[in-house]
């Protein structure tokens, strides 16, 4: 799946870090959520440039331990977070950097045990979730009423991956079975709303990650310069040097209690008319 990049003139980039700029929709009191397939900011290039990525495939962030990963992934989870609609999955949670979403997170994994049982459970109800898709489909065909809806988003954070895997093992079967449910998640979920964002220490990006991730986030190793990535997108091979946005704490709970608000009201019940 491709995922395009688009860009937005605008006045030479500040000094990193880079404001987000979704944060002006936020404190709009009309603002009523970014809808799921709405492209989402995720900072400047270096000549002054917003990027936009598109949010219809999963992502992969990835480089050594340090240069911003989580930093970019806590952004990706406010994006997310703005869909009332859209359920949020928050795994490998064990450092505490993703504690200000918790009261978002329909799972909230920050255990290895704990996350390794949330991804086979996902891998699974991909699976039952699709044999009941194809019945519905085969249905809806049969009385010739088309396409059936497209389910609300699932955002899947992992932060960590490679943690993870060293934890349990690299070699050992219950590493082997995470990586298989993460091909799943990548190869079938999309159609179904599954999305899934992983970050990774690897400083190089393994095969079978390049084929199945729709976006890439490629941090290098320069710490002088936090938040400095690249955008790839397989298939284009688009590259660009980016100052990822950030949001500070103060900003991050602004987000996640407007995020709490929208979903309030999408849940309360409609008035019944007199």
Do not use: C
Not at 17 to 35: E, K, S, Y
Not at 149 to 172: K, M, V
Request: proline share 7%; glycine share 8%; aromatic share 6%.
């Amino acid at each position: 799946m491709i995922v395009t990049v688009t860009e937005t003139a605008v006045a030479p980039a500040p000094a990193s870090p880079v404001r987000w700029n979704h944060l002006d929709q936020v404190r709009d009191p009309g603002f009523t959520g970014l809808a799921a397939d709405a492209p989402r900011h995720v900072g400047n290039t270096t000549d002054g440039n917003h990027v936009h990525v598109a949010t219809a495939g999963s992502k992969l962030i990835y480089g050594p331990a340090g240069v911003g990963k989580t930093v970019a992934l806590d952004v990706d989870i406010a994006g997310a977070a703005l869909d009332p609609a859209a359920r949020i999955v928050l795994l490998g949670a064990w450092r505490g950097e993703l504690e200000a979403w918790r009261p978002l997170a329909e799972t909230y994994a920050d255990t290895i045990d704990d996350t390794t049982q949330a991804l086979l459970a996902l891998d699974a109800e991909v699976e039952e979730r699709a044999r009941a898709r194809n019945a519905a489909l085969r249905a809806r065909a049969e009385r010739d009423q088309g396409e059936i809806p497209a389910p609300p988003a699932t955002w899947i954070f992992l932060d960590e991956f490679r943690s993870l895997e060293l934890e349990l093992g690299e070699r050992s079967a219950a590493a082997a079975g995470l990586r298989m449910a993460l091909l799943d998640l990548l190869e079938h979920g999309p159609r179904l709303g599954y999305r899934l964002v992983l970050t990774d220490m690897r400083v190089r990006m393994q095969p079978w990650m390049e084929s199945l991730f729709g976006q890439v986030q490629k941090f290098g190793p320069n710490r002088t310069t936090p938040g400095l990535s690249t955008i790839h997108v397989p298939g284009k091979l688009a590259r660009r040097p980016l100052l990822g946005a950030y949001l500070s704490p103060s900003e991050r709970v602004e987000v996640g209690l407007t995020a709490l608000r929208l979903r309030a009201a999408q849940a309360a019940p409609v008035p019944k008319a007199v």
